[in-house]
């Protein structure tokens, strides 16, 4: 395989939550027949891999990454941008109204848990408003563990949703059978605060977090778009203009006064002053 056979290219990925969801779709892209190196940066949601187009394409890494629970956008580059956009922005109003609601009704569960449990009614009260929390709100957590289950692996859906699920159901059957614990002189309790709770904190998590994303990818877009698209080659006989996804090593680039520079190179000779703003902002 020549440096030649090898391309480089970008993809945004859709459905990564945390760096164990980062490290699995890495390693997914690497056991690609033909891949090279593949690298996913979980704050820019993005994935660079080299390959070979005669062994791999994007189309079979898509499927493959699909396969580990989480996708691939393929599409030309500008489509591929506005489409990752479009979903980050569904996923962030999404993950606000989940996390509002969560909050909302898992705070009197939590008052209520800590300071009136002696109240009438308080534990039907609770998984009243528990339930909302834990299989509506809270479902995305269960849907992604079980994705995952199913390609045995895990991250960190599946740990919130094995201790919210657990202490959900525990609770639920001490509600309705608590002479299985009194018959043995225990006394049962519930945790429904415990699981609606954890849901609210782990969504409110998200929700700054993926803001937090959404900020820094605009700016490494932002800064992206400085690029100059195209570029003046000097082939020794003639100058000549072509995009930047034309340039190979070893090519003579001529940068006029004031000009960016477009691509990593060694300056061969001449002086002047360049436009820095790629570095400074």
């Not at 994935?47 to 396969?67: G, H």
């Not at 995009?243 to 300056?267: F, H, L, W, Y």
Request: glycine share 6%.
């Amino acid at each position: 395989m020549t440096d030649q056979q090898i391309k480089k290219q970008t993809f945004p990925v859709l459905g990564m939550s945390c760096a164990a969801c980062a490290a699995r779709v890495n390693k997914t892209l690497s056991r690609q027949e033909g891949v090279c190196s593949a690298n996913v940066n979980l704050a820019t949601a993005i994935a660079t891999v080299e390959y070979d187009p005669s062994l791999c394409s994007p189309e079979m890494m898509k499927q493959a990454v699909q396969n580990a629970g989480f996708d691939l956008l393929i599409d030309t580059a500008k489509e591929a941008e506005k489409e990752a956009e479009d979903t980050h922005a569904a996923h962030y109003r999404q993950l606000k109204f989940r996390t509002i609601w969560a909050i909302i009704l898992s705070l009197p569960v939590a008052i209520i848990g800590m300071f009136f449990m002696d109240m009438p009614y308080a534990n039907y009260i609770m998984w009243i408003l528990s339930t909302p929390v834990v299989f509506w709100l809270g479902s995305g957590f269960y849907v992604n563990a079980w994705k995952l289950l199913k390609h045995r692996s895990a991250n960190m859906d599946t740990l919130v949703a094995n201790s919210t699920g657990i202490a959900y159901l525990f609770s639920l059957f001490n509600l309705f059978f608590p002479d299985f614990w009194l018959s043995r002189g225990v006394t049962p309790h519930v945790y429904f605060e415990a699981a609606s709770v954890i849901i609210a904190f782990i969504l409110l998590g998200r929700t700054l977090e993926e803001r937090a994303k959404g900020n820094t990818s605009a700016a490494i877009r932002k800064l992206m778009g400085l690029q100059p698209r195209t570029v003046i080659i000097d082939d020794g006989t003639d100058e000549r203009e072509v995009s930047i996804e034309q340039i190979v090593p070893g090519n003579m680039i001529v940068v006029k006064p004031g000009e960016r520079i477009a691509v990593d190179g060694t300056v061969t000779e001449g002086s002047s002053f360049i436009d820095e703003s790629m570095l400074s902002g």
